[in-house]
């Protein structure tokens, strides 16, 4: 049975990445670990990102600079192995608990670009027995909301000039 509580982070707006390391911090200062896997972002870790590290552990498979929307087709196979390989190792450390906290960064865009099933990250969510996950993307699938505890909807209002 899972214990691990399920949020998930998503909209059009921006943010949300911002927010899911905002409560990655604050895990961090409640002495749990706490690890990132970011999808669909290149392979450039920012500096902000580096500085968190070792206290997060923050990982991006993929091999390309620039983001998944801008590759020829080629390319976006060759990254959609690579992007599997991180749902791979997200198993891997839901199945040894090695941390606290697992931030699947984008990881709802993985679905919405087919690269990988709902029904799979749903069995992956399920595998996470206490272990809190935080899942952001712009697009939530319905059963993926439903599996959720919290969840938080970021949008963007355009602001009204006179």
Request: proline share 2%.
């Given at each position: ?27 961090l200062?409640?002495?749990?670990r ?29 091999k ?54 709902e029904?799979e ?19 939530l ?15 963007r ?6």
């Open positions: 049975m899972n214990t691990g509580k399920l949020e998930v982070i998503y909209g059009e707006g921006s943010g949300k990445t911002a927010m899911a390391l905002g409560k990655g911090l604050e895990a200062s409640e002495q749990q706490v690890t990132v896997i970011q999808f669909l972002k290149g392979s450039q870790t920012s500096e902000m990102m580096k500085r968190l590290e070792p206290e997060m552990k923050v990982f991006r498979f993929e390309s600079g620039c983001n998944f929307e801008e590759l020829s087709d080629l390319a976006r196979q060759e990254e959609s192995a690579n992007i599997r390989n991180g749902v791979n190792y997200a198993r891997k450390v839901l199945a040894t608990g090695e941390c606290g906290l697992l931030i699947l960064d984008e990881v709802l865009g993985v679905v919405d670009q087919d690269i990988l099933m029904s990250l749903e069995q992956l969510l399920e595998s996470r027995g206490d272990v809190d996950v935080i899942l952001t993307g712009r697009v699938p319905e059963r993926l909301a439903a599996m959720a505890d919290r969840i938080e909807r970021i949008t209002i355009e602001p009204v000039h006179d």
